[in-house]
């Protein structure tokens, strides 16, 4: 039985321990990192459940376009005149990719943005996933290092994002 919620305090450990699962050693966030990100948007952080066992996750929050939300920042707040969604982190466990796990997640969270009238979204994609946001919609808008070793895009979908199946 699959069941997406939204993450919960005592769910927080478990996913930053499947975010390290999920992504190499040069993109593991600190635990007070993601701790930072559910404290001051908890509504973007949603999780997926197969048979009882945390899957996947995603952590979204609003935010400013054309700013950047760099790894293991754990200090920032919330802009009062945010215009997007920024999708800071959605990790499915390797066992379960490509069960539309990660869409449903991306979903929920495009349906809470637009319910705030959000009709921007932005994220970092390491260049493996590039082509994923892209099918979703989204684009280049410039190229750097997330962190030393790793060239990232940030994208952006400046309209809802809709899969392209
Ligand atoms: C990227 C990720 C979130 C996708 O989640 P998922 O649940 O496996 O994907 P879904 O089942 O929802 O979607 C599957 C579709 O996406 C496509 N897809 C998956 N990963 C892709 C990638 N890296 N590039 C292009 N397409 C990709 C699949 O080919 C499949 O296409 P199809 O429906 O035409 O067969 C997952 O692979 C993941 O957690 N990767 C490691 C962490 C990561 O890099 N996260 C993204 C950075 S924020």
Not at 20 to 43: A, G, M, T, V
Request: hydrophobic share 40%; with cysteine.
């Amino acid at each position: 039985m699959i069941l997406l919620r939204n993450l919960k305090d005592e769910d927080i450990k478990e996913a930053h321990s499947l975010g390290n699962i999920c992504y190499p050693l040069d993109l593991h966030e600190s635990l007070e990192s993601f701790q930072w990100r559910f404290k001051i948007y908890s509504e973007g952080c949603r999780g997926a459940w197969v048979d009882n066992v945390l899957c996947g996750y995603i952590v979204a929050h609003i935010w400013k376009l054309n700013e950047i939300v760099y790894l293991n920042d754990d200090s920032y707040g919330l802009p009062k005149d945010a215009d997007c969604m920024y999708i800071h982190d959605v990790a499915i466990h390797p066992l379960y990719h490509n069960k539309h796990l990660g869409s449903r997640l991306v979903s929920d969270i495009i349906t809470l943005a637009v319910c705030k009238n959000i009709y921007n979204f932005a994220g970092v994609a390491i260049k493996s996933t590039e082509g994923y946001w892209k099918r979703w919609g989204f684009s280049v808008e410039r190229e750097f290092y997330y962190t030393v070793n790793v060239p990232a895009f940030y994208m952006t979908c400046k309209k809802i994002p809709l899969w392209r199946g």
